[in-house]
């Protein structure tokens, strides 16, 4: 049985994305910071008739994240995708930030897409398949946004490393970048952005795309 996990399964993409593959039949692991957070995101997802495995982890916390992904994989088995949507959204400007807010920020929007990678990617290229997708943001630097610009400029490159790493053994490693506000009834729904990594997980390998950028007006390939 096919399976996809979500890491950062919010309200917003993370719920959008895990019921978009959910509707293609594939088994659900959930990750997210808070059971609260996690048990409504997986509501949302048992309708469609799939199993469905909430789970809580900080994504700072490489040992619980490490953990998580670990009961993930006994559940599922080798993922065949896993989307990683986590990231401290916040506004703040050059020197407002102490280093240890720095740090705690570029922990959850960088490192802990590495650790995930790490910790999934090299079965999946034993395999010989699998997607390894992650939510970017910014495609240019904002000087109010000055910790989650450098954030998702560490992603794009890690994006590319992880490329590099795994390419070759048929990992597709790739990016969706939301340029704007998430929020449904908008150009930046949810629902929408979603057939991104839908269509991104099924690109023939001829295809593969490094990353999509969703801006105003983008209308999604279902794939």
């Known amino acids: 049985m096919p ?4 890491v950062g399964a919010g309200p ?3 719920r959008s ?3 978009r593959f959910a509707r293609e039949g594939m088994s659900i692991a959930l990750v997210s910071r808070t059971a609260a ?11 469609l008739g799939v199993a469905v495995t909430p789970l809580v982890a900080d994504c700072a916390d490489e040992s619980a994240l490490r953990s998580a992904l670990d009961t993930a994989v006994a559940e599922l088995g080798v993922p065949d995708v896993v989307v990683y949507n986590a990231a401290i959204i916040q506004a703040d400007t050059a020197g407002q ?3 240890r807010a720095h740090l705690d920020a570029w922990s959850v929007n960088v490192l802990g897409a590495l650790t ?3 910790h999934v990617v090299p079965a999946m290229a034993r395999r010989g398949s699998g997607s390894f997708i992650v939510t970017g943001g910014m495609p240019e630097p904002k000087r109010e946004y000055v910790s989650l610009s450098l954030g998702k400029a560490g992603v794009r490159t890690l994006v590319d490393l992880l490329h590099l790493e795994y390419g070759a053994a048929g990992v597709h490693v790739a990016s969706v970048t939301v340029d704007g506000p998430v929020a449904p009834g908008t150009p930046f729904d949810p629902d ?20 999509v950028l969703h801006t105003d007006g983008v209308e999604p390939q279902s794939g």
């Open 3 to 6: 399976g996809a996990v979500v």
């Open 192 to 211: 929408v952005i979603a057939e991104h990594y839908w269509t991104l997980h099924r690109q023939p390998r001829a295809q593969w795309q490094a990353e």
């Open 37 to 47: 957070t996690v048990e409504g995101v997986a509501r949302a997802v048992r309708p």
């Open 17 to 19: 994305v895990a019921r």
């Open 116 to 118: 995930a990678a790490a």
């Open 12 to 14: 917003g993409i993370g």
């Open 97 to 99: 930030l102490s280093t």
